[in-house]
C-alpha cells in the first residue's frame, strides 16, 4: 500500500465547518475514510468527543454520532425517499425520536416531503445529495463529514446543499 498523506493533525471545534483543500489523488477522501474507519491509518490515532475510535467499526462510530455522506452517496435506488431516511435512523430505538428527526429533515428538505413515495434511484443528483444529507442527519450526529457535496450539482444546488449544511 501507498501511504498517501503524512503528519496529518486536525482538531474540529463543537460547531465548526472545515474544508480539507487539495487536489485529485491528494488523500482528502482516503483521511476522511481513515477517521470513519473505512481505511485503517498506517499510525497515529483518530480521536472523536476525547475518545480513541481508532480501528472502531463504522456503525459503532454512527453510534457515537459520527456520520459520514461519502461522495457516492450510497443510497438505496429502488427503496423510497421515506425508506432511505429511515435507513438513517436504524441505530435509533426510540421511535418518537425517529419521528421527531424526520419532520425536521423534511423542515430541512422541503423537496424531500413532496417526494417520500419516490424512489431514490430516479432522483436529480441534487435531490439525491439532500437525501444522502438528510439521511446522515437521521441518526442525531454530532459531527457530520461529507466528501465532495457538491460534486456533480447545478450552481442552484451547490447554494442549497451549503445553505443546509450552515443551518
Not at 459531527?143 to 444546488?157: A, F, K, R, T
Amino acid at each position: 500500500n501507498l501511504q498517501i498523506s503524512w503528519d496529518v493533525s486536525l482538531n474540529v471545534r463543537e460547531g465548526e465547518v472545515v474544508a480539507i483543500l487539495g487536489p485529485n489523488g491528494a488523500g482528502k477522501t482516503t483521511l476522511l475514510k481513515s477517521i470513519m474507519g473505512l481505511v485503517p491509518p498506517s499510525s497515529g490515532r483518530v480521536r472523536f468527543m476525547e475518545q480513541d475510535i481508532t480501528g472502531q467499526p463504522t456503525h459503532r462510530l454512527c453510534t457515537a454520532g459520527l456520520t459520514f455522506i461519502p461522495e457516492e452517496r450510497n443510497l438505496f435506488p429502488v427503496m423510497t425517499v421515506q425508506e432511505n431516511l429511515l435507513m438513517g435512523a436504524y441505530t435509533l430505538k426510540d421511535k418518537a425520536r425517529i419521528q421527531t428527526n424526520l419532520e425536521h429533515v423534511y423542515e430541512l428538505f422541503p423537496r424531500l416531503y413532496e417526494r417520500r413515495p419516490q424512489r431514490a434511484g430516479t432522483m436529480s443528483g441534487g435531490e439525491q445529495q439532500m437525501l444522502a444529507i438528510a439521511r446522515g442527519l437521521m441518526c442525531n450526529p454530532r459531527m457530520i463529514i461529507l466528501d465532495e457535496p457538491s460534486m456533480g450539482l447545478s450552481p442552484e444546488n451547490v447554494v442549497a446543499v451549503f445553505e443546509t449544511i450552515d443551518r
